[in-house]
């Protein structure tokens, strides 16, 4: 490994749960029913199962990267590729994770404002997000892992509420299962790649666990979470609303609050919004704190300069999107990206690892042998 990470600034391994967790559930378990039935149907949630199983796949390939490396990321990229075109790939990713980060903040002040105030300005969420942001990345990563544990924990009380509508239910709407073909199954898994990316921020992490070698286990349990709690939102909404619903209905697990009638409080959603901020705040400052992380191990720079640069680069972007056709377009293109640089890459980057690490040792033994 390059530079040891001091005792100091590494956190519990078991934490690694709340970080793959919290990093997975934000803004797109609030849309991800829409994209999935229109490929799978009511079979949608064996698509969702099956993304998960992809996910343990790819977790146990970063693991295996980063076992070989010792290292995070950037250490794989100059392993393999040179120092050159290694750190040009982890410049990529970098950009990657602020991109990630902004599509994450402004779907929030959509849904702010379609929901509860209209004529509230983008541009003033935009700046008060990015001030309170480099409060909380520039107090270090683990102040960052503080907020995911809490935006793991807070939002649970949500969960008896999402509940609520199986009093509505017709599951016979999902008989008989399995009609659609593997190919489509296949294709609405892919349509869950926004909800379950951010799971490969492990990969820049990673030197900050304590026992690294000892925390896959835990890195399972918080993408099994996230399946699990997918799968189950989408058999609620499957049997809760028609196809034809689904179809139509941008944001379905938001309107299953409007479900919720409590005497003192006429719009139950306006409490479901406020608390998915718990949520959604985890998956920016991870976010931004790998970006400026990667900035500060390729360029040698200060991590605060960097973070500075990259809320400067979401603010902007925030303000490039100011309609409906904007964020969906640059949503659309994040998955697509996500899906080939987690699902493709690295699988891709450990058969190439391989490759490097038995060319090195064969050379090694050569000249040894001399």
């Given at each position: ?55 343990h ?41 602020v ?38 990345v520039?107090g ?11 935006g793991?924990?807070?939002?649970i ?48 992490y990673?030197?900050?666990l304590?026992?690294k070698?000892?925390t ?6 918080g993408?099994?979470m ?7 939102l989408?058999?609620v ?12 209905t ?21 409490i479901?919004?406020s608390?998915?901020m ?16 990667c ?31 904007e ?22 980057l ?21």
């Amino acid at each position: 490994m390059d530079n040891p990470i001091k005792e100091k600034y590494l956190v519990s391994g078991f934490l690694t749960l709340f970080l793959i967790n919290g990093m997975q559930v934000g803004m797109g378990v609030l849309s991800y029913q829409r994209t999935v039935v229109k490929s799978a149907g009511y079979d949608a949630w064996i698509s969702v199962l099956m993304a998960g199983m992809v996910v343990h796949l790819v977790i146990a390939c970063m693991y295996i990267l980063l076992k070989r490396s010792n290292g995070d990321l950037i250490s794989i990229h100059q392993q393999i590729f040179g120092k050159w075109l290694g750190n040009t790939l982890s410049f990529v990713a970098c950009l990657y994770f602020v991109v990630l980060g902004t599509t994450v903040l402004r779907g929030y002040i959509e849904i702010v404002q379609v929901w509860m105030f209209p004529d509230l300005p983008t541009w003033g969420m935009a700046i008060v997000a990015a001030a309170f942001f480099y409060y909380v990345v520039s107090g270090g990563f683990r102040t960052v892992v503080g907020l995911t544990f809490l935006g793991v924990v807070i939002p649970i009380v949500l969960v008896p509420i999402l509940l609520l509508p199986l009093e509505f239910a017709n599951f016979i709407n999902m008989l008989p299962i399995w009609k659609h073909s593997i190919v489509e199954l296949a294709l609405g898994a892919k349509e869950t790649t926004l909800s379950f990316l951010g799971f490969e921020l492990l990969m820049l992490y990673y030197p900050f666990l304590k026992n690294k070698e000892l925390t896959q286990k835990w890195a399972h349990f918080g993408a099994a979470m996230t399946t699990i709690s997918y799968t189950g939102l989408m058999v609620v909404s499957l049997a809760f609303y028609s196809e034809e619903q689904l179809n139509r209905t941008i944001w379905a697990t938001l309107t299953l609050f409007k479900v919720v009638q409590l005497p003192f409080l006429e719009r139950f959603e306006y409490i479901g919004i406020s608390i998915w901020m718990f949520l959604i705040v985890p998956n920016i400052a991870l976010a931004l704190w790998a970006a400026s992380r990667c900035a500060k191990r390729i360029f040698q720079m200060n991590q605060r300069i960097a973070l500075v640069i990259s809320l400067a680069i979401m603010v902007i972007l925030v303000l490039l999107m100011p309609t409906r056709q904007e964020v969906s377009l640059v949503d659309t293109w994040v998955g697509e990206v996500g899906f080939y640089l987690v699902f493709v890459y690295i699988p891709i980057l450990v058969v190439l690892q391989a490759i490097v690490l038995k060319f090195r040792r064969g050379s090694h033994e050569q000249t040894t042998s001399m």
